[in-house]
């Protein structure tokens, strides 16, 4: 194929719309934004959540005894694991998380266990709480 015949002649002109900006042309090209905002709003309604369980008046005391239990030995840093609920930043409800640890103190002001690492938990959330045997 020759193109010695096109090569030098003048690009084609459009009478009826005017010549389109270098940005115009180049928006064409770009991805569209939109969809990825769809997808992770698809994506964030498909996340589970659960609603925060209130544990019974049986269920207080047992933690209230297990929390006294940690205070009177809390010079051994027994380890324990905490099963508790943190609420979700995006929508309502949040999901329950196992920490292991070794238990610090009891901070009662904030009213939030402190374990060695430094790890804090509000003793609202705590849905249950054992001392492990080492």
């Known amino acids: 194929m020759n193109y010695d015949d096109i090569i030098n002649m003048k690009h084609p002109t459009s009478i009826n719309h005017p010549r389109m900006s270098m940005n115009n042309r180049a928006a064409q090209f770009a991805p569209f934004a939109a969809l990825k905002t769809h997808v992770d709003k698809i994506s964030e309604a498909g996340r589970l959540t659960t609603q925060k369980r209130i544990l019974d008046e049986d269920q207080r005391q047992v933690l209230n005894r297990v929390l006294n239990n940690l205070l009177i030995n809390k010079k051994e840093h027994l380890s324990i694991m905490i099963d508790y609920f943190v609420e979700d930043e995006y929508k309502e409800g949040g999901s329950y998380v196992t920490v292991r640890g070794q238990f610090k103190d009891i901070d009662e002001i904030n009213k939030r ?22």
């Open 113 to 134: 266990v402190i374990l060695l690492d430094k790890t804090t938990i509000l003793i609202d959330d705590i849905y249950h709480i054992s001392i492990l045997k080492d």
